[in-house]
């Protein structure tokens, strides 16, 4: 069964400063890995995915995350934090079998950014 | 295009009562999903429809939770009887087919607060 770990539940950075969201993941098949943002009272929002080919993966907003599979992780990376990016971001790993489609995501970490 | 709606956007209620959720996916979207996300977690699946029929609905508790989708078009999901435990924000999402490929979209949520 696939899981996913997602390590810190707050993060505090400054505008300016690397963004770095940790997430590792269980799976005994290849996995198909996501990082969602939620913004206050939202829904999510798909940020990048990973599914098979080059493992850095960019996605919107100027973040991107790297698939290393020797490391079972898949971390969120933005090289500047922008007060925009204040929100709650989840990793998620696609499960397999006869319920394809589904989604199990981390329990998330909120990503503060002080001025 | 218009994304998944959902209503209504925040309902109150006290336990033992009945309460229900509406979600209208994107249009032509085949798959929809119902998530449970308890604050402090990441959502969890309810229930996975494909067009009006039930894929997945190993995690809804059936002796109080149901969930249709008539027409294979939009869709209800009911609480007879609530429990606290059951405060939560409820995400719809539909993604245009089942495969892992496919990206889910999420509506806005409603939260449920039972008191």
């Known amino acids: 069964a696939q899981s996913v770990t997602q390590l810190g539940s707050h993060v505090s950075v400054s505008e300016g400063a690397l963004v770095l969201l940790r997430c590792n993941y269980s799976?005994?098949?290849?996995?198909?890995l996501f990082w969602y943002v939620q913004y206050p009272n939202q829904g999510l929002q798909l940020l990048l995915k990973?599914?098979?080919?080059?493992?850095l993966v960019k996605g919107i907003n100027g973040f991107e995350a790297e698939f290393k599979k020797s490391e079972t992780s898949f971390h969120l990376t933005k090289p500047s934090a922008h007060m925009s990016d204040a929100a709650e971001y989840f990793c998620a790993v696609k499960t397999y079998g006869g319920s394809q489609g589904n989604l199990i995501f981390g329990k998330g970490t909120k990503l503060s950014v002080k001025p | 295009e218009a994304g998944v709606a959902q209503s209504p956007r925040y309902k109150i209620i006290e336990k033992r009562q009945s309460v229900a959720f509406w979600c209208n996916p994107i249009s032509g979207h085949a798959t929809l999903y119902w998530y449970q996300q308890i604050l402090g977690q990441g959502p969890k699946l309810l229930i996975q429809f494909q067009n009006n029929g039930v894929v997945d609905d190993s995690q809804l508790p059936k002796d109080r939770f149901s969930a249709e989708r008539l027409k294979g078009v939009d869709s209800t999901l009911k609480i007879q009887p609530a429990k606290l435990e059951d405060s939560a924000v409820y995400l719809c999402a539909s993604s245009p087919g089942q495969g892992s490929y496919n990206e889910q979209f999420f509506g806005p949520g409603t939260r449920l607060t039972v008191l």
């Open positions: 990973y599914t098979t080919g080059a493992t």
């Open positions: 799976s005994s098949v290849p996995p198909y």
